[in-house]
Nanobody
């Protein structure tokens, strides 16, 4: 059974940084695309960043130059380094992995950026 567990969320002031982690278990993930979405209250869930098995990354325009996605295949973990955070980055952040023709989600971690 595929399971994703996020950590690293919290409260930070504008301009600060946070690092999110997402640990996957239940399968081999080195060949699986992984990434992060976020959802603010009343909004849809939007893609933040994605990373291929080979390490190629894509970002939403709103986070380019501020966020960096990376992965450690030996640890089955994907990271999201978030710098220069803005109040509009406040949301629940969800990691995902595409495996076996399905998308699996973590439970989400809250990120709150105060102005």
């Amino acid at each position: 059974q595929v399971r994703l567990v996020e950590s690293g969320g919290g409260l930070v002031q504008a301009g600060g940084s946070l690092r999110l982690s997402c640990a996957a278990s239940g399968s081999t993930f080195s060949i699986a695309p992984m990434g992060w979405y976020r959802q603010a209250p009343g909004n849809q869930r939007d893609l933040v960043a994605a990373i291929s098995s080979g390490g190629n990354a894509n970002y939403a325009d709103s986070v380019k130059g501020r966020f960096t996605i990376s992965r450690d295949n030996a640890k089955n973990t994907v990271y999201l380094q978030m710098n220069s955070l803005k109040p509009e980055d406040t949301a629940v952040y969800f990691c995902y992995v595409n495996r076996y023709g399905m998308r699996y989600w973590g439970q989400g971690t809250q990120v709150t950026v105060s102005s």
